[in-house]
């Protein structure tokens, strides 16, 4: 196992940050961060702003300019050993005459997958992997998803009272939480490559499912809607159709009059296999991987959250609670079948608890081994 100094968590640590900075612009492709070092001084600094832009190495080795030879390269994930939208960044790095690489973690990219590293020791650099490999995949969580399961990763995001309702029980469900709660979910709206809802949620909220922040909108891109709607239901004027090219319905057929209405205002409209409960989430999820989408945001009503939950196919629960009550006579979060046992319970463990406003922001994940 490679034993990693501290200026090598340092300056990897550094290369994380950079890497930060292309969460919301660089989907389909991972966010990397990249940061030369030679003399213990950094001589180069760069980040992958956008897909089909420069690489994070390329625009550090530019950065550096002459001083990259013999230099060591800390790079947030393995660099490209492929031709994609540009050329492979192994080849940039020998052609600088860097003398080591260090990468947090291997590329899950098939195509990759250690043959970056590989071909970069062929050409005489000495390289290593793995420090603070699991910073490096959070960041990446939902490439890494993709990648290694097929399917992105997936955030539920609710908002609740006080005692877990989620709207009045005639659907009335604005506003529960606060201004401040509302604008920090553009937050997870323009992370996400993809936001699904339900045509419940299309007719009783009418949503827009758009980034509102400018800043966020500006950084980063305009997330595929999603509509999963088993019936076609989804009105032509619905809200959710404005920008209708960034707009796709699923549905169980899609060989219909109605399908066509919609295609004819922009949206796209395919079809998905259905199950006795709907759609079939896994096939939606596959779907959305195939349109290489990494990470999909869930706002929707309590059925089809609790779907998502039932199948095990959340990643991730954001709730926005507000401290108010509603009461019993008020939706609650989930839809679920009754539990004959406790030990048939879903699991969650907590990620964090912050304020936001006058509202807590309450984060879970799937419980480690829960069955």
């Given amino acids: ?17 950079l890497a930060r900075h292309g969460l919301y612009s660089t989907p389909p492709n991972p966010s990397v961060g990249c940061v030369i070092v030679r003399w213990g001084q950094v001589v180069g600094e760069g980040f992958h702003g956008r897909a089909g832009g420069p690489h994070a190495e390329v625009v550090a080795l530019e950065d550096a300019g002459h001083t990259a030879r013999g230099a060591t390269a800390y790079i947030s994930l393995e660099p490209c050993s492929h031709h994609g939208r540009t050329p492979p960044c192994i080849d940039a790095l020998v052609a600088a005459g860097v003398a080591r690489v260090v990468v947090a973690m291997l590329d899950p990219n098939p195509r990759v997958n250690g043959s970056g590293l590989q071909q970069l020791e062929q050409a005489g650099i000495t390289t290593a992997h793995g420090v603070l490999a699991a ?15 097929g399917r992105p990763w997936v955030t539920l995001k609710l908002g609740a009272s006080l005692d877990g309702r989620t709207a009045l029980a005639d659907g009335t469900s604005k506003w529960i939480t606060g201004e401040k709660a509302r604008a920090d979910v553009q937050r997870l709206r323009a992370r996400a490559s993809a936001i699904i809802t339900g045509s419940g949620t299309v007719l009783a909220d009418d949503p827009m499912l758009t980034v509102r922040d400018p800043d966020l909108e500006m950084r980063g891109r305009r997330p595929l809607r999603v509509v999963l709607d088993s ?12 920008f209708a090219n960034s707009t796709l319905i699923l549905t169980r057929d899609a060989a219909t009059a109605a399908a066509d209405e919609l295609r004819e205002i922009g949206a796209r409209v395919e079809r998905i296999a259905g199950t006795a409960s709907g759609l079939d989430l896994d096939a939606v999820l596959e779907r959305l991987a195939a349109l290489e989408c990494n990470e999909v945001l869930v706002e929707a009503g309590p059925t089809l959250a609790g779907e998502f939950v039932r199948c095990g196919l959340v990643d991730e629960i954001v709730v926005y609670m507000a401290p108010v009550v ?7 979060l989930f839809n679920l079948p009754q539990l004959e046992r406790m030990c048939d319970r879903c699991e969650f463990e907590w990620r964090g608890v912050e304020h936001v406003g006058d509202d807590l922001r309450l984060t879970l994940r799937p419980k480690r081994g829960a069955t």
């Fill in 1 to 17: 196992m490679t034993e990693f100094s501290a200026d090598d968590h340092h300056y990897m640590a550094r290369a994380l940050d």
């Fill in 135 to 149: 910073e490096a995949a959070e960041i990446n969580r939902g490439f890494v998803q993709r990648m290694t399961n």
């Fill in 231 to 242: 019936h076609l239901r989804t009105p032509a004027n619905a809200q959710v159709l404005c």
């Fill in 326 to 332: 509603l009461g019993h006579a008020a939706r609650g």
